[in-house]
């Protein structure tokens, strides 16, 4: 039997921003939340804000960062989540950006039931002591394709890291990986008091 109380509703740091189409709207979820280094990690459902660390409570989860000896990514693709991977890599692996990448139909997303990140300086790469941002697709409760992407920090390792926040485009249009100062201020502030330990 399903047991929706040990999902959190985080919907009260989320904020959406009306953008140039009369449908269109950016949906960004502060999240600010430690990555268990478990192989279970967390279980993210994108559209309806909500966080388990259990994925046997509900089919409708979207993204699933975790790992006991490193980082990966998870998806569903049921759900249609593929994560972006820096197309001059070709990997199965979902790729750390700058900011400013257009995350949209014109870029190589792979479904990834369990991508492991590659660390290091290169194209694609993700960066410790660093934030990463990483872009992905899924489909939303219409069943429709929808693109964003998130803000990740990692610390000293893999194993220390915290998921800043996700925001997507909810009219299907694409998205540029611009995050929020806010959200930066929270990866700078786990980084700068050790926030990635995880708290009781």
């Keep these: 039997m399903k047991n929706p109380s040990i999902w959190m509703a985080l919907a009260v740091a989320t904020s959406s921003a009306i953008v140039s189409s009369v449908d269109a709207a950016i949906v960004n979820w502060n999240l ?8 279970e990690g967390l279980f993210l459902n ?14 409708g989860w979207d993204l699933n960062p975790n790992g006991a000896n490193g980082l990966f990514f998870g998806g569903t693709t049921a759900h249609g989540t593929w994560m972006m991977v820096d197309p001059a890599t070709g990997w199965d692996s979902a790729s750390s950006f700058n900011p400013g ?6 870029y190589v997303f792979k479904a990834l039931p369990g991508g492991n ?17 990483f872009g992905f697709r899924f489909l939303n409760s219409q069943n429709q394709v929808r693109y ?16 800043v926040s996700l925001s997507y485009e909810t009219s299907g249009l694409s998205i540029v990986a611009v995050p929020a100062p806010g959200a930066v201020a929270l990866a700078a502030l786990a980084g700068l008091t050790g926030g990635l330990r995880r708290r009781r």
């Excluded at 600010?32 to 192989?39: E, V």
């Excluded at 990448?101 to 014109?106: I, L």
């Excluded at 990140?117 to 941002?133: C, D, R, T």
């Design 32 to 39: 600010n939340l430690d990555i268990p280094a478990t192989s």
């Design 117 to 133: 990140m590659i660390f290091g300086n290169g194209p694609g790469l993700w960066k410790e002591n660093a934030n990463n941002i």
């Design 46 to 59: 994108i559209e309806q804000q909500l966080v388990s660390t259990t994925a046997d409570i509900n089919a």
């Design 148 to 163: 964003g992407y998130g803000v990740m920090y990692i610390g000293a390792t893999a194993l220390e890291r915290r998921l």
């Design 101 to 106: 990448v257009v995350v949209g139909s014109s």
